[in-house]
């Protein structure tokens, strides 16, 4: 199994510029996420999904939008970037939501800087 | 990745040493904790967890201890090696939460010398 991959690595955009952050995962889990990290914080949560056909709000979800179309793939759109969403993305999943037990498969991240 | 590691406190230990990392976790009516590794340029990765009816847990050279009366929790790591070199962060679940509750401490970043 890959776990949960991640493209691009690195992204460079100018304010204004939209973008996909792709997600993808080969365990068959049914909980994804997206995390964002920023130096001094805590990684903080976007958006995530239950499962194909459903998503919801995290604790910063502005500025993204998500779709779940299948149980592999979780994009993560930027439709109009702006400097404050310089960060590093984290995309994570689980077999499942409901305990809290199920841990998290985490992505090796994507870097993007907002010009 | 690199930029994790800026703004944190930082712990150094020699080689072989024994090290604590420390964690005052917000809400004490979280019952879920966890401790996550993150080394440079990769992703968080589960380390141990604990639930609120412990106060001790026992892994792989890890120990985690939980003081519900403080806040605290710790991670203890046995005989560090250099591949132990990296930011190590504390998580929480509120009671009655599920995983998109997690809350994410902000980390220590832990730097072994030869």
């Known amino acids: 199994n890959a776990g949960v991959t991640q493209t691009p690595k690195f992204q460079v955009l100018k304010t204004g510029q939209s973008m996909t952050l792709q997600c993808a995962q080969d365990?068959?889990?049914?909980?994804m996420s997206w995390y964002r990290q920023d130096p001094g914080m805590g990684l903080r949560l976007i958006h995530y999904?239950?499962?194909?056909?459903?998503?919801d709000q995290g604790e910063v979800p502005n500025g993204y939008n998500v779709s779940r179309s299948t149980t592999e793939d979780f994009p993560l759109r930027l439709l109009s970037a702006a400097p404050s969403q310089t960060s590093v993305y984290f995309c994570?999943?689980?077999?499942?939501?409901?305990?809290?037990?199920?841990?998290?498969?985490f992505g090796p991240g994507t870097r993007l800087t907002v010009l | 990745g690199e930029s994790v590691g800026l703004h944190l406190p930082t712990l150094s230990v020699q080689e072989g040493d024994n090290s604590i990392i420390n964690c005052a976790y917000s809400?004490?009516?979280?019952?879920?904790f966890i401790w996550y590794k993150q080394e440079s340029g990769k992703g968080p990765q589960f380390i141990i967890d604990?639930?609120?009816?412990?106060d001790k847990r026992q892994g792989q050279r890890v120990t985690v201890l939980l003081n519900k009366t403080v806040k605290h929790l710790s991670l203890q790591i046995a005989a560090t090696q250099p591949g132990d070199s990296a930011v190590y962060f504390c998580?929480?679940?509120?009671?009655?939460?599920?995983?998109?509750?997690?809350?994410f401490g902000t980390g220590t970043l832990l730097a072994v010398q030869p």
């Open positions: 365990m068959n889990h049914e909980y």
């Open positions: 998580a929480e679940i509120p009671f009655g939460g599920a995983t998109n509750k997690l809350i």
């Open positions: 999904s239950v499962g194909a056909g459903i998503t």
């Open positions: 994570a999943s689980s077999y499942s939501h409901r305990f809290q037990t199920d841990t998290q498969y």
């Open positions: 809400n004490s009516a979280s019952d879920y």
């Open positions: 604990i639930r609120s009816n412990m």
